[in-house]
Nanobody, 120 residues
């Protein structure tokens, strides 16, 4: 069973950048499809980005062009580069792993989250 630990969150001003990391242990990330979700206060958790096993990436519309999901296989780490951050990006960010079913990722294993706060 893979275990996931996020890091890299923090406080930044609007327009700034952060890079989130998700370190995996217990298994190799390349065996899974991966994703990032986020949850803002008083809102439901929402999907942010996915990385399929074939390398395909997808993004929710609100972050497309600003965020980049990638994987460092040498470090067994999932990354999320976040540029041009906006106050509405403020949330707890979660890394998640799952099994690939065609173009669908069955997300099942979650990290504990890392907080991102963007001030205007």
């Amino acid at each position: 069973q893979v275990r996931l630990v996020e890091s890299g969150g923090g406080s930044v001003q609007s327009g700034g950048s952060l890079r989130l990391s998700c370190a995996a242990s217990g298994s190799t990330l390349s065996r899974y499809c991966m994703g990032w979700f986020r949850q803002a206060p008083r809102k439901e958790r929402e999907w942010v980005a996915s990385l399929d096993r074939d390398g395909s990436t997808r993004y929710t519309d609100s972050v497309n062009g600003r965020f980049t999901i990638s994987q460092d296989n040498a470090k067994n780490t999932l990354l999320l580069q976040m540029n041009s951050l906006k106050p509405e990006d403020t949330a707890m960010y979660y890394c998640v792993a799952g099994q690939q079913y065609g173009r669908t990722c069955g997300f099942s294993t979650w990290g504990q989250g890392t907080q991102v706060t963007v001030s205007s």
